[in-house]
């Protein structure tokens, strides 16, 4: 008999999964605090996203530089 306890998905509770970003060349995963120390090569502002989406959205994107070199992109905002 197994004594190992059952939770719910997150999505039956309503919760969110931590915020993480990975690499699709070397597989690194960084959350929140580890993309922030990641160098920032490039910030789109609002104005430059927008025309690529179909909704109305104030994201800025911002790109940094994985620790393989490799470029990564997460919206923020």
């Given at each position: 008999m197994?004594?190992?306890?059952?939770?719910?998905?997150?999505?039956?509770?309503?919760?969110?999964?931590?915020?993480?970003k990975?690499c699709?060349?070397?597989?690194?995963?960084?959350?929140?605090?580890?993309?922030?120390?990641?160098?920032?090569?490039?910030?789109?502002?609002?104005?430059?996203?927008?025309?690529?989406?179909?909704?109305?959205?104030?994201?800025?994107?911002?790109?940094?530089?994985?620790?393989?070199?490799?470029?990564?992109?997460?919206?923020?905002?």
């Amino acid at each position: 008999m197994s004594s190992a306890t059952h939770t719910s998905p997150l999505w039956e509770l309503g919760g969110r999964l931590p915020w993480s970003k990975r690499c699709g060349v070397c597989r690194r995963t960084y959350d929140a605090d580890g993309w922030g120390t990641l160098p920032a090569v490039l910030t789109l502002p609002p104005s430059s996203v927008q025309p690529h989406l179909t909704v109305p959205a104030g994201w800025t994107v911002v790109i940094r530089r994985c620790m393989c070199g490799t470029v990564l992109a997460a919206r923020s905002g």
